[in-house]
Each structure stands twice: as structure tokens, then as C-alpha cells.
């Protein structure tokens, strides 16, 4: 029978506790009593209470479009060719493979321990699904790289280079575990004066904040809602308190 991931649950103030080992498996769901969920995360450099957090940004030389060997249904490991980037010893440890494009396509794998490629090298991707490849690959397949998404987070920068995964509890320092805080009440940076009950993104101003959502019909752009304004409307620089609503 699999192991199910359980939740932690956090006495207040547990999810600020900062360590320099791992005390959990990345993305682990921790709670407070009073519902505020959190992700538990690895940092890629200190950052300050009451900011967002985004996945590591992807590398072009890994992201999609890998050429791919022929992998048979069941294969445990898919062998791609990396672009002009080295790959460090477990850097894709407990991320995903997936299939991006062509035979294949739209398949999705965990990434088991794995040694170190060299730059344009074969990466003989190790995964760790029961089964392995579910539909066979052939010589047309397309992969790419991702980094698990709570491994290595840093700032939210003002454009998108990836998902917010959350705000900081605490000042964290940098290659220092903790959480991250997904839902519930919080107190965020704000770039911008907000009104009561309006939602939030991401600052496209001031990294690691977070601004007002404003559209006209028609209009699109990068506009992933982390909050919804609560309380007291803040000024530009103060602290907004606010409901977090990412996914838990």
C-alpha cells in the first residue's frame, strides 16, 4: 500500500521555526489550528518576513524540447540530451521529466537521486513512478526538466519566472529550511494602495510584494491571485493584511 503524505500540524509559531537540516519532505502540507496552511521549502537566499516566494526559475537549457531515446512501456529511466548547461549531482532530485511534444506527449514522472551531467551530456533521467513509462517514446519524443517547485525558492522577482509558492513567516536565511504560508490571514508587503476586498498579485514593481489586480475587459497579462485584501487598506511599503487563497 503508498505511503500518504499526512499533515503536520503546526502549534502557532512552529511555522516559524527555520533549521539548517531537513526535517520534512519538500512541499509537505503543514496546518495551523485555525486553518492558515503552509509548504515546507528550502531557501535560495535570505529573505524577509511577510514576502512572496517563488519556484526556482527554469533553466532553457533543460525546459522542453530535449532530444529523447526510444524508451520502452515500463522503462525506469528516459535518456535526454541536455543543451550547454551542466546539471549538478541530485539538482533534478524530486522534480519532473515531462514529455513536452510528440510520441509520448503529455507524460509526467518523478525524478529519483541522480549523479552529475555535463554540459550537452546524456542525462539518463532515473524515475520514480511504479510502473515507469506508461506509453512508449521513440526517437521523435520531446522532454524537458523541472526542479521541484519548493526546493530552492527565492523571491518573488517582478516578472514571471515561475510560480508564487508562498510568503515568508519569518526573515529566512539563505540554505535554511521552514514554511511557507499558502492560505489563511497574513500580513503581505504592499506595492500600491488596495481596497478592502480586492484581490492581489504579485508586485510587477517591487519583488516580493504584492499589488492590486486591475483589468479592463479583454485584458490579459500575469495575474496569478495569491490574496484578497482584508482589514485596513495599507499604503505603498506597509505591511497588507490580508486572506491568502493559493491552493493549499
Not at 153 to 178: E, K, L, Q, Y
Amino acid at each position: 500500500m503508498a505511503a500518504t503524505l499526512d499533515i503536520v500540524y503546526l502549534n502557532y509559531g512552529e511555522e516559524k521555526r527555520q533549521t539548517t537540516t531537513q526535517e520534512h519532505p519538500y512541499g509537505q502540507l503543514g496546518m495551523n489550528r485555525d486553518g492558515r496552511a503552509y509548504r515546507y521549502i528550502f531557501m535560495d537566499g535570505a529573505v524577509t518576513a511577510g514576502k512572496l516566494l517563488q519556484t526556482p526559475a527554469n533553466i532553457a537549457a533543460h525546459d522542453m524540447d530535449l532530444v529523447t531515446a526510444i524508451a520502452a512501456i515500463g522503462a525506469i529511466t528516459i535518456s535526454v540530451t541536455l543543451g550547454a548547461t551542466a546539471i549538478a549531482a541530485d539538482e533534478y532530485k524530486d522534480g519532473y521529466l515531462y514529455v513536452n511534444d510528440l510520441v509520448g506527449e503529455g507524460q509526467f514522472f518523478k525524478i529519483d537521486t541522480h549523479a552529475l551531467v555535463a554540459s550537452s551530456g546524456t542525462f539518463a533521467v532515473p524515475i520514480r513512478d511504479e510502473g515507469g513509462v506508461r506509453t512508449a517514446l521513440d526517437a521523435t519524443s520531446l522532454c524537458g526538466l523541472m526542479k521541484n517547485p519548493w526546493k530552492d525558492v527565492i523571491i518573488a522577482p517582478t516578472t514571471f519566472t515561475g510560480d508564487v509558492v508562498g510568503r515568508t513567516t519569518r526573515d529566512m536565511s539563505d540554505n535554511n529550511f521552514g514554511w511557507a504560508q499558502r492560505t489563511g490571514l497574513a500580513a503581505l508587503l504592499a506595492d500600491g494602495v488596495p481596497i478592502i476586498g480586492q484581490q492581489l498579485s504579485r508586485s510587477n514593481g517591487v519583488a516580493g510584494a504584492v499589488e492590486p489586480i486591475v483589468t479592463t475587459a479583454g485584458a490579459t497579462g500575469e495575474f496569478q491571485t495569491v490574496a484578497v485584501t482584508t482589514l485596513i487598506a495599507a499604503v505603498t511599503t506597509d505591511y497588507q493584511i490580508c486572506n491568502m487563497i493559493l491552493p493549499p
